[in-house]
Nanobody
């Protein structure tokens, strides 16, 4: 059973950095898509960054500030977040797919980790 489990969320001031982690135990599809999404109050879920064997894609608002990467040996997906802004606030959720990112179909979802950025 694949179950993503996120960690690393915190309350920080604008300009600081955070690293989110997502342990994806049992996930054998090393070429396929993993991603980070954000739920913010009053907003629909947003795709923040996704990665597979061929591509890495970022939401425009986080380009140059966030980096998504994987450690295969640890079965872990990361999101390195720098120069955080108040608008980055939200619940960050990790998702895993049994296909490449271009399909944007994710079968496995975590519960999320909260990031709060104060001015």
């Amino acid at each position: 059973q694949v179950q993503p489990v996120e960690s690393g969320g915190d309350s920080v001031q604008a300009g600081r950095s955070l690293r989110l982690s997502c342990l994806v135990s049992g996930y054998i599809y090393t070429k396929f898509c993993l991603g980070w999404f954000r739920h913010a109050p009053g907003k629909e879920r947003e795709e923040i960054a996704v990665i597979d064997a061929d591509t890495t894609t970022y939401q425009d608002s986080v380009k140059g500030r966030f980096v998504i990467f994987k450690d295969y040996h640890k079965d872990t997906l990361y999101l390195q977040m720098s120069r955080l802004k108040p608008e980055d606030t939200g619940m960050y959720v990790c998702a895993a797919s049994r296909d490449y990112c271009w399909r944007r179909q994710f079968e496995y979802w975590g519960q999320g980790t909260q990031v709060t950025v104060s001015p």
